[in-house]
């Protein structure tokens, strides 16, 4: 399996063992309240804020919630203002983490990242200096139960999509960022339920680790995961579902 879907396969994996850990509330609504400030509160015209609302639903949250977060950010209804920022960073065994962050408050983000990532055995990085282990793509994840592969396939190459991969529980369709959108549309159109969507940083390789390496990796995921002003994170970690399960 190449190596976005194998990430992204590690990555669902740890969500459902971690289902706590996964994205709260908080940091939906966060997401939620920048993409309206930044795009507009009409979700036809903002694909993040479409994408930020899919991911709300997913979760469960109430439509009030989700109402609000967008009036907060289109200036409706009072709110904070948040900065997003981005850290790079090597975590144990050689690996690299790219961390996006929404926050209120810029020095004590940086502070409390720097502090997770080397209590887990890792350091900050500059800027750029793990950025070009990542390629920016659109991926697309789709429930594999009851889908034609080959259907798919035809469906989303003709739509635009660079490459559709598999694992035992989903497709991933990968495009460039700018087809993100058309392809997606496509896909619905055409009747294909889709379960995320996302421009992600995808690693070109992957790192594997294991052991001790491995166990530092994972509480450093899992702190990142905690962190509330921490979105979203990517990372060229090769881990095996053993170790995710022995956490």
């Given at each position: 399996?190449?190596?976005h879907?194998k ?11 971690d ?29 993040r ?5 899919l ?11 989700v109402?609000r977060a ?5 200036g ?10 981005t ?9 690299a983490?790219l961390i996006?962050?929404?926050t209120?408050n ?13 209590k ?11 950025g ?7 991926q ?79 509480r ?10 921490v ?11 053993e ?5």
């Open positions: 399996m190449s190596g879907s990430w992204a396969t590690i990555k669902r994996k740890k969500e459902k063992t289902s706590a850990r996964g994205r709260t509330f908080s940091k939906l609504i966060k997401e939620i309240t920048i993409a309206s400030r930044m795009s507009g509160g009409d979700e036809t015209g903002n694909p804020l479409r994408a930020a609302v991911a709300a639903k997913a979760a469960n949250m109430p439509a009030a919630n109402d967008i009036k907060k950010g289109t409706e209804l009072p709110g904070v203002s948040y900065e997003e920022i850290y790079e960073a090597y975590g144990p065994g050689g690996t983490f996006s962050c929404l209120d810029r020095n004590r983000v940086v502070s409390e990242i720097r502090h997770i990532i080397g887990c055995g890792g350091n900050m990085a500059e800027s750029g200096a793990v070009w282990m990542f390629t920016r793509l659109g697309i994840t789709i429930p594999a139960e009851g889908v034609d592969e080959d259907e798919l396939m035809m469906q989303a190459l003709e739509a635009g999509a660079d490459d559709v991969g598999k694992d035992e529980e989903s497709f991933m369709v990968t495009t460039q960022p700018e087809n993100l959108e058309e392809v997606r549309q496509a896909l619905e159109n055409a009747g294909v339920e889709i379960e995320t969507y996302e421009v992600a940083m995808v690693p070109q390789t992957l790192v594997p680790v294991e052991g001790t390496q491995a166990k530092q990796v994972v450093l995921m899992d702190a990142l995961d905690d962190h509330d002003d979105t979203q994170f990517w990372t060229n970690v090769d881990l095996n579902e170790e995710l399960e022995d956490e």
